[in-house]
C-alpha cells in the first residue's frame, strides 16, 4: 500500500517537486507526452495576459482554446453567485429535484435563443452536448445515421469524435452509423467559381448522398456553423440555407454545433443568425457559455423535440449534468453579457481584425489568406514554395517549429495548430490591446519570413 509524501502537507511546492510530479504522473491527450515539461507553467491570469511561474507575460490571442471569452479578470458578480449557489446548495441529482437556478437559466435561454428553441440541458462541456445531441436524434427521429462534414471537430467522446473529420476522428476506430460528407469549401479542387456556385454544387452532392445512404436511415445532419478547429471556414452563399431545406425536404434533423462559435464570438449570440431562415432542431454550445470559469456545456431543441419527450424518455443524463453551481456560473455570465451589448462590442473587433488580418495577408510571404467573421479568425500559413507548411496531424516540421517558438519569444500564448494559425482574442479586449497583439503576431510572422529566406539561424 502507497503512503503520502510529506510535500503534500505543505501548502507550496518547490519547482522542482512541480516539474518531477509533471514528469512522473501527468498525461497529455491530443499529443505524446514526451514534451509535457516544456510547457509554460502558468500561475495567474489578469485582464486577456497570462502570467508563468517566472513571471513572464502573454497575451492570449486564441481565448485558450477558444473559450476564455471573458479574459481573465474574475466578475464579482459572477464570483459572488457561484458562492452563494455553493453556501445554498451545491448539488442536487438532476433527476432527484430541481433547483431554481436551472429553472433560470433555461427561461434566460429560451428567451434570448432566435427560433423556437425552447428545451435545454446541461452537460459538462462541447463532447458531452454533442454526444447528447446525436443520442437525442436517434431517439427522435427512430433512425440511426449521422451525417456530418469531412472537416470538422465535435469532440473526444466516441460518438462525437466519430462524426469528427479531421485526423482526430482516427483515435476512435470504427464507428458504426457516421456518414461522412464533403465540405463546401475545398483545398484540392474546386466546386464552382463562385460562392454561389460552390453552394450549389454541394448541395446537389449532398442530396445525391442523402438519396444513396437513404433518407429513412438518417437521424441527423451534424455541422458546425462556422467550422472552427480546422479553420475559421465560413459556409459560402446559400450553403446552410439549402441543408436546411434539405434536412426539411427528407424528414432529418439538422444539429448546428456551435461549442466554438456560440456566445457571441462571432458577433450575435448565436453564429446561426448570420443565416436568414436557418435554426437547427438541435443546438449544442459550451465555451463561451461560462467563459470556461467553470466547465458546462448546453444541448437546446426545438418544441417539437421537447413535445416529444413529455411521454417519451430522452434517454441520456450524467450524475454531473445541470449542475446548480456551473449553472449559476453560466446564468450571471450570459445575463450580464447579454446586459453588456457583447454583440456590439464583437463587431468593433471585427472591424479591427478584418483590417490586421489584411495587412498580414499583404506584408508576409509565409501568409496565403485568411478569414475573419466576428473575433473569430485564422491564416494559412505556407513555406517557401508557397505550399502548406504541413497537413494538420503532421509532426511539425521545422518552419512550424520556427513560429511556435517566435509566439513564445514575443510573449504571445494561443493554440497553434500549424499549418492554421487562428486568431480569436477575447472578447473582452480593447483596441489598444488587439493592436499590440497584431504588432506581436506581425514579429512572429516576421520571424517565419525570415526562416523561409533561409536564414537557417531561424530555424534552429
Known amino acids: ?33 514526451a514534451n509535457r515539461n516544456e510547457l509554460p507553467r502558468i500561475v495567474r491570469g489578469e485582464g486577456v495576459y497570462l502570467y508563468d511561474s517566472a513571471g513572464k507575460q502573454y497575451m492570449d490571442f486564441t481565448s485558450q482554446a477558444v473559450c476564455t471569452n471573458m479574459g481573465y479578470t474574475l466578475d464579482e458578480g459572477v464570483k459572488q453567485a457561484v458562492v452563494k449557489q455553493m453556501e445554498n446548495l451545491f448539488y442536487v441529482y438532476p433527476g432527484m429535484a430541481m433547483t431554481e437556478v436551472r429553472a433560470r437559466l433555461c427561461n434566460l435561454l429560451a428567451e434570448i435563443t432566435p427560433g423556437d428553441i425552447n428545451g435545454f440541458l446541461f452537460p459538462l462541456g462541447g463532447s458531452e452536448a454533442n454526444e447528447g445531441a446525436i443520442r437525442i436524434a436517434r431517439r427522435y427521429t427512430g433512425k440511426s445515421k449521422i451525417m456530418s462534414a469531412m472537416r470538422s471537430y465535435h469532440g ?8 469528427t473529420g479531421d485526423f482526430r476522428t482516427r483515435f476512435v476506430g470504427e464507428q458504426m452509423g457516421f456518414v461522412k460528407i464533403f465540405n463546401p469549401h475545398t483545398l484540392r ?44 471556414f465560413l459556409h459560402p452563399v446559400g450553403y446552410l440555407e439549402g441543408v436546411r431545406a434539405l434536412c426539411d425536404k427528407y424528414n ?43 466547465p458546462l456545456g448546453m444541448i437546446g431543441i426545438r418544441q417539437k423535440i421537447k413535445d416529444h419527450f413529455e411521454s417519451n424518455a430522452l434517454g441520456w443524463g450524467a450524475t454531473y449534468a445541470n ?33 490586421e488580418i489584411d495587412m498580414l495577408i499583404r506584408r508576409h510571404r509565409c501568409v496565403l489568406q485568411g478569414r475573419v467573421i466576428g473575433a473569430f479568425a485564422c491564416l494559412d500559413l505556407v513555406n ?14 521545422k518552419e512550424a517549429l520556427v513560429v511556435k517558438n517566435s509566439l513564445a519569444k514575443h510573449g504571445l500564448i494561443g493554440l497553434f495548430r500549424s499549418p492554421m494559425m487562428h486568431i480569436c482574442p477575447p472578447l473582452v479586449m480593447s483596441n489598444t490591446e488587439l493592436q499590440e497583439m497584431f504588432s506581436r503576431i506581425g514579429r512572429v510572422l516576421d520571424d517565419l519570413d525570415a526562416a523561409l529566406e533561409g536564414n537557417e539561424s531561424t530555424m534552429a
Not at 461549442?259 to 436557418?278: D, E, K, N, S, Y
Not at 456560473?329 to 447579454?338: D, F, H, L, S, W
Not at 517557401?384 to 516540421?397: I, Q, V, Y
Open 189 to 232: 479542387f474546386s466546386t464552382g467559381a463562385s460562392d454561389e456556385v460552390a453552394a450549389l454544387q454541394s448541395l446537389s452532392m449532398l442530396e445525391e448522398q442523402i438519396m444513396c445512404e437513404g433518407p429513412d436511415t438518417i437521424a441527423a445532419i451534424l455541422l458546425e456553423t462556422i467550422v472552427g478547429a480546422n479553420g475559421v
Open 384 to 397: 517557401k514554395d508557397g505550399h502548406s507548411l504541413n497537413l494538420l496531424g503532421e509532426a511539425l516540421p
Open 1 to 33: 500500500m502507497g503512503r503520502m509524501s510529506d510535500k503534500h502537507l505543505k501548502d507550496e511546492w518547490s519547482d522542482e517537486e512541480i516539474a518531477a510530479a509533471v514528469h512522473d504522473n501527468v498525461v497529455m491527450t491530443w499529443s505524446n507526452s
Open 252 to 294: 432529418i434533423l439538422l444539429i448546428l454545433d456551435e461549442v466554438m462559435c456560440g456566445f457571441w464570438r462571432t458577433g450575435p449570440l448565436f453564429a446561426f443568425q448570420h443565416f436568414p431562415g436557418v435554426v437547427p432542431d438541435i443546438l449544442t454550445s459550451a465555451k463561451g457559455l461560462t467563459s470556461s470559469i467553470l
Open 156 to 163: 473526444g467522446t466516441a460518438g462525437p469524435l466519430a462524426a
Open 323 to 355: 449542475h446548480p453551481v456551473l449553472l449559476a456560473c453560466a446564468y450571471e455570465v450570459v445575463r450580464k453579457n447579454y446586459q453588456a451589448c457583447l454583440e456590439k462590442r464583437v463587431s468593433e473587433i471585427e472591424s479591427v481584425m478584418l483590417r
